[in-house]
Nanobody, 123 residues
Framework: QVQLVESGGGLVQPGGSLRLSCAAS????????MGWYRQTPGQQREFVAA???????TYEDSVRGRFTISRDNAKNTVYLEMNSLKPEDTAVYYC?????????????????WGQGTQVTVSS
């Protein structure tokens, strides 16, 4: 199977920075897209940023210019560098990966979610 493990959340003051990491492990053949979403209580999970293999990064409008998504393909890891954080960025952040996994005889392509990491922006 495949696992996504996130790290790097925490409490930060407004204007501060945090860096989230998400490492994918398992019998991965190919990662197509890795991205980040976030969710606050009572709200739907919303898109934050995505980075396709060989493609162009995309960002939600409110984070563009403040957040940067990047990948280390050798480590199957995606990062989210968050700068100039605002209280409204407070949420649980989830890593998402669309990938192909399996063996030489059976391969499956589907999406996976990490367990989530809390980011709190408060003074």
């Amino acid at each position: 199977q495949v696992q996504l493990v996130e790290s790097g959340g925490g409490l930060v003051q407004p204007g501060g920075s945090l860096r989230l990491s998400c490492a994918a492990s398992g019998s991965i053949v190919r990662i197509n897209v890795m991205g980040w979403y976030r969710q606050t209580p009572g709200q739907q999970r919303e898109f934050v940023a995505a980075l396709p293999s060989g493609g162009t990064t995309t960002y939600e409008d409110s984070v563009r210019g403040r957040f940067t998504i990047s990948r280390d393909n050798a480590k199957n890891t995606v990062y989210l560098e968050m700068n100039s954080l605002k209280p409204e960025d407070t949420a649980v952040y989830y890593c998402n990966a669309d990938l192909t996994f399996g063996s030489s005889t059976l391969r499956i392509t589907r999406g996976f979610w990490g367990q989530g990491t809390q980011v709190t922006v408060s003074s």
